[in-house]
């Protein structure tokens, strides 16, 4: 089946830093998804991309759909205490029977204020 | 705007007991997931109904049943439980499965099988 490596698993930053974080893919995908999920809660979409070279921006937030479409970035631009959470990216593959979604492992964000 | 809700939120389990995990959406929603979160391995779905009176297989079905009620509501069953299903279980829905990249997902059940 179709694997999402997702780095890094886990980041200690300071408020204000800027933040970054991929994800691979073993196959090609159509649509790339990023994802929060706050403590206790369930995940939360942020993003969605659809077309290979795509840059769209949510606030702070700024994600790119990969021009090799196996893989994107997520960019957090001068991070919040709000932040703190898992990021998960997932995707959508040509492959995947019935058009699921692969989710790749989180990163666990914390920033210290 | 309750949006997706799952009942319980937390469980705990001797290992052989049966369960069912509820979960209902009120935003008319076409498709119904059943996702299971263990660390390190993100999101992986056991079963989904794309339609009303439809239920397929996701990536680890083993060990679980579903029903999907209605258009609103989707259980997960646990027959017989086991230590492996101690996880975070999560029910999410999207307006259809072509659309299924939005999903909204429930706030999840913490379930421990002793």
């Known amino acids: 089946g179709q694997q999402l490596n997702q780095s890094p698993q886990s980041m200690f930053i300071q408020e204000g830093e800027d933040v970054s974080m991929n994800c691979t893919s073993s196959?090609?995908?159509?649509?790339w998804l990023w994802y929060k999920q706050d403590p206790g809660e369930g995940p939360v979409l942020l993003i969605a991309?659809?077309?290979?070279?795509e840059l769209t921006s949510n606030g702070r937030l700024t994600a790119q759909f990969g021009i090799t479409r196996k893989d994107s970035f997520l960019n957090i631009s001068a991070s919040i205490p709000s932040d703190v959470g898992i990021y998960f990216c997932?995707?959508?593959?040509?492959?995947?029977?019935?058009?699921?979604?692969?989710f790749g492992e989180g990163t666990q964000l914390t920033v210290n204020p | 705007n309750a949006g997706v809700t799952q009942t319980p939120k937390f469980q705990v389990l001797k290992t052989g007991q049966s369960m069912t995990l509820q979960c209902a959406q009120d935003?008319?929603?076409?498709?119904m997931y059943w996702y299971r979160q263990d660390p390190g391995m993100g999101l992986r779905l056991i079963y989904y109904?794309?339609?009303?009176?439809?239920?397929d297989k996701g990536e680890v079905p083993n060990g679980y049943n579903v029903s999907r009620l209605n258009k609103r509501e989707f259980s997960l069953r646990l027959e017989s439980a086991a230590p492996s299903q101690t996880s975070v279980y999560f029910c999410?829905?999207?307006?259809?499965?072509?659309?299924?990249?939005?999903?909204?997902f429930g706030s999840g059940t913490q379930l421990s099988v002793l």
């Open positions: 991309l659809y077309k290979a070279g």
């Open positions: 997932a995707g959508r593959g040509e492959e995947t029977s019935g058009s699921r979604l692969t």
């Open positions: 196959s090609i995908f159509n649509t």
């Open positions: 109904s794309a339609s009303e009176g439809t239920t």
């Open positions: 999410a829905s999207s307006v259809g499965f072509s659309t299924n990249e939005k999903l909204f």
């Open positions: 935003m008319n929603h076409n498709s």
